[in-house]
């Protein structure tokens, strides 16, 4: 495995010219199209609940296709790692891994609402339905070979934090089972309260073994400035992702919550690279300027909700829109500010003991007086007058305790709140009526 | 104006189609309770197209419950859980707890002091603690629906059922009788344990709360009786407790 990185062979070749000539040709020939599009289009007012559509919308899918079709041609031509969203990444990009994230290849999955095929496929061999539908869809895709992204590369190494949850283990552990490849663990204990000194020492130590192993499949060890300077670009993509959110506090919001579901993609998968920051920038410009010019996700912005936990992915431009042509929208959701969070604790000048506090104190593997706090303060600051609690049949860490929050939030901060019961990524557990009449319910209180 | 007829009410719910003539006070002047037909706008066009033809001119209409968008010429459309909050506080004039026990699913809805909905618990995910789940059990034991509080009064003791699942609850039935159990016993059994599930949707209620019902369970007075057990508290019926939610869509279009 060590041999398979430095060797410039065909898959070598093949990866760079699709990394520096077919990819940013076909960006090109996608903004020309796009341009020629949007001549045609001038002048047309968008019909809809909705604002106009972001630009920065076309960026976004170059990138992530980007992406994509790089994967296509990485194993063989560097090293491969698979890795959960919570993973302390900053330690595998300057060893040129190329990082799969397969929650965020099952959110597409889930999107294009493929959940339930790929998921029979594991189902058949004994896995529960009652599982998240992540790894469902990750782990059928891998066994059908099937996945909308053409092709996902083989790993060389997987890395799972299970500071999201506990299922990422198994889940990886499957994974290992079926690539034989190593699997390298990072697991931060939960945190009451605040993590206590043995806490950080034991997943500091965890981090340095990653560097060990990480420097074996790829043939190198990162060197500490190496390290400073991805972290230092995480640490500003994520900072720039929180700018682009906070620009919510404005009314109108000038993008949608929904928006926000999808434009998190960079930070997740390219966090530490100058592409990611890049697009962040570019999208922050473009909400400032809508703010200026009053231009708003919505239309007629009456309402303004906060999200809790995922949202439902294969229904997501159905519930904006029923809730948009009522005046309301998602301004804040828990999911995406987490992702502001966590990466803005970690420190170019103290790279591992930084990664240490960042990736322990992330809100899934903290208390729920945390989580409490967190949503108050969302709601508090981007002036939200009523809240849905996504309770996810998939993500059970992310669901329990909402009921207790919805209490104390509505007590405590006067708003309206609602529990919805629904499911992330498989439509078979969620029947869409059902929740769409909820949710109108809901709308109709605020009258 | 009292004995006016000012709003029609349609409530298109998953076993009956129920629709209202109210005048301005809310007190129900006409009313048709069908089966839901498949064909939702052909049923409610013809019983709106009925109650109008007797009164000799055209309402508004508000139209609520799972086929509201199917009811042509409505003016408004509401979800029946707002419909059913409008509808019991113009029947109580104050805030309540109010337990809509339907074909289809349960729902708790606090009614605020003002007729608005506070807040809302639903089971829809299954027929468990529904008019349904009981519809199968009674229908399996063979006793028809108006014996039901014969039985149940009786029975000195319930039988504890503990399945709330509607196949498991069948198959747990099925096997008491065959024990020899009473069937006194079984069904008021039956009874206590949908409605502690019922209670446990409601959850903790403020002291003063009081609680009304709607539904067509609700002209079940095993099922009222248990209920009450279940929250420790009187559980007062709606008058026309059925009717209710077309109540409240025509209140909207008043
Ligand atoms: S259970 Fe939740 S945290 Fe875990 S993989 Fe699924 S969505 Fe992610």
Redesign the pocket.
Known sequence: MIGVVGKLGRRRLEYEVVKRLVGPLLTEVESARARVKSFRKRGHQPKGPFGPPLESARKLKELMTRHYLEGRYADGAVPVAWVTSGFPVEVLRPLGFHAVYP?NHAALCAVQRVVPHLSEAIEQQGYSRDL?S??RADLGSVVLQETPVGRLPRPDLLCCCTN??Q??LYWYRALAAHFHVPLVLVDPPFVYGEAKPHHREYVRDQLEELLDVAGKVAGRRATMDEIVEVTRLAREGTLLWGECLAESRNRPAPWTGIDGFFHIAPIVALRGKPECNAYYRQLRDELRHRVDKGIGGIRDERHRLLWDN?PIWFDVRGTATLLAERGFNFVCTSYTNAWAEAGSRIDPADPLGSAVIAYTDII?NQDLGKRYATLARLAEEYTCDGAVLHSDR?????SIGQLDLKQRLAKDLGIKVMVLEAD?GDPRAYAVEQGHGRLTAFMESFA | MANEPVAIGVDVGSTTCKVVVIDGDGAILDHRVEPTHPRIEQQTTRLIGELSATLGRALPVGATGYGRQRVFGATRVLTEITCHARGAFCRVGRAAVLVDMGGQDTKIIRVGDDGAVGDFAMNDKCAAGTGRFLEVILGRLQVPFDEVWLHVSRADHGIAVSSTCTVFAESEVISLVAEGQELDGILRGLHESLAKRVASLAGALPPDASVVMSGGVALNAAMVRALSSALRREVRVLPEPQLVGALGAALSVR
């Open positions: 929650e998240c992540y790894p999201i949850c299922t990422t995922l899934l998939s993500c059970k860490p992310y992330h």
